[in-house]
């Protein structure tokens, strides 16, 4: 039991726990710090990238990446900073496990799933926006239970927001500058599918492992 709950936790999404301490300890308004900090969570969080991974996989025009990545950085930003700032948080595994679903939603969508098994497409946009309050809830969660100070905490809060936007850019041009080479071979279009279908099996496996955290934690 013991080790699963080590398991599940290690799959979280959570701030490190070198960094959980560091929070812990200092007071006052410390902008470097939680730059780094924001800018580390992002760049080192699996979920967030999958994510991005499946919103600009069939994306082609920056213009329409810039669109989907501001949609979800509004919606990441907004529950994030609110969250803490209001003391409102949701049970970490429970928001974990919804946003393991968003990676499967955002996987079936790239194959058509929508639109064969039910004859219409969702409005990407606005998943977008709405998975991106999920995912700072989820980021909210983890910072209330890491007892922030209140001292400096509203600049601090900003600096860790702009250091996960920081964080999102240079995800977002690994990701771009990956998947624009693999687009120029002859094979992408035939193992895209394949890809997506892996994304998906991750989002359910994130799922299935926070939801067997929240019963044996």
Known sequence: MGLLSVSTDALAHAVAQGDKGYIQEITGINLIAFIYLG????????????????????????????????????????TMLLGVYFNV??????????????IVYKALDNIGAYQRWFGFQPNTKAATLIFGFFHGFG???????????????????LAFNVGVEIGQLIALAMILIVISFWRKTDGFFRHAYTANVAMMSAGF???GYQLTGYFVA
């Open 205 to 207: 496996l994130l799922f």
């Open 89 to 102: 948080g949701i049970n970490s595994y429970i928001i974990d496990a919804i946003i393991g679903l968003s």
């Open 139 to 157: 980021l909210s969660t983890k910072i209330i239970e890491y007892d922030i100070s209140q001292d400096g905490l509203i600049p601090n809060l």
């Open 39 to 78: 800018a580390k969570h992002m760049v080192t969080g699996y979920d967030h990238l999958l994510f991005l991974l499946g919103v600009i996989f069939f994306l082609y025009q920056m213009k329409h990446i810039a669109i989907y990545v501001s949609l979800f950085a509004l919606g990441h930003s907004t």
